[in-house]
């Protein structure tokens, strides 16, 4: 079975500093990986995904991710953040041939302060 | 165009009792998924269903149990409430292939007394 970890439940950071959020996964199988972001109240959206190819990854609002295959991670990054970047973020992992089902991380709460 | 909609936004049940949430999915989508989200956790991921049957179950009990319509939208019901069901119940769409990424609603939060 897959797994995902998020080792930082909270992420406090100032406006304009850049900010890393680390997700590794476990899986026996190749899988796809996700970054989804929710804001109070609301479900996720979809920042970014990676399926195949270049393992730097763009997404919206500025942020990136790199796959790594031999660290099982997939951090995000953003290089200056914004007070409107204050949100929870989830890592997920779908494994190939697994049909839609995503594996979620438990989340890192990422507070951006003036 | 619109996106997932979710259906009520709150609800208040009483231990025991039965539940149903209920999901449009995007427009053009004919998948439909549901996640339960407890408080200061992760979505866990219940079901899927794709051409009215239920194609992925999750780690939950037969308590929980769905229906996909023609139109493609979605029930998910819960049956015999506990505390510990009290959560936000995400539903998520896309289409059947490989590469097609979740779209989220905006949920239904549950609280069971």
């Known amino acids: 079975a897959q797994s995902v970890t998020q080792l930082d439940s909270q992420v406090p950071v100032f406006e304009e500093a850049p900010v890393e959020l680390r997700c590794n996964y476990s899986s026996s199988v190749s899988v796809y990986l996700f970054w989804y972001v929710q804001y109070p109240n609301q479900g996720l959206q979809l920042l970014l995904k990676?399926?195949?190819?270049?393992?730097l990854v763009k997404g919206i609002n500025g942020f990136e991710a790199e796959f790594n295959k031999s660290q099982t991670s997939f951090h995000l990054r953003k290089p200056s953040v914004h007070i409107s970047d204050t949100a929870e973020y989830f890592c997920?992992?779908?494994?190939?041939?697994?049909?839609?089902?995503?594996?979620f991380g438990t989340g890192t709460q990422l507070k951006v302060e003036l | 165009d619109a996106g997932v909609t979710q259906s009520p936004t709150h609800l208040i049940k009483t231990r025991g009792q039965q539940v149903t949430l209920r999901c449009s999915p995007k427009s053009g989508h004919d998948t439909v998924s549901w996640y339960q989200q407890a408080l200061g956790q992760g979505p866990q991921f219940i079901f899927q269903y794709y051409e009215e049957e239920e194609r992925q179950r999750g780690n939950f009990p037969d308590r929980f149990s769905g229906h996909q319509f023609p139109n493609y939208s979605s029930e998910l019901n819960v049956n015999a409430l506990l505390l510990g069901d009290s959560a936000l119940y995400l539903c998520?769409?896309?289409?059947?292939?490989?590469?097609?990424?979740?779209?989220f609603g905006n949920g239904t939060r549950l609280t069971v007394t």
């Open positions: 990676y399926l195949s190819g270049s393992t």
């Open positions: 997920a992992v779908r494994v190939t041939g697994g049909g839609n089902k995503l594996t």
């Open positions: 998520a769409s896309s289409l059947a292939s490989w590469n097609s990424p979740l779209h």
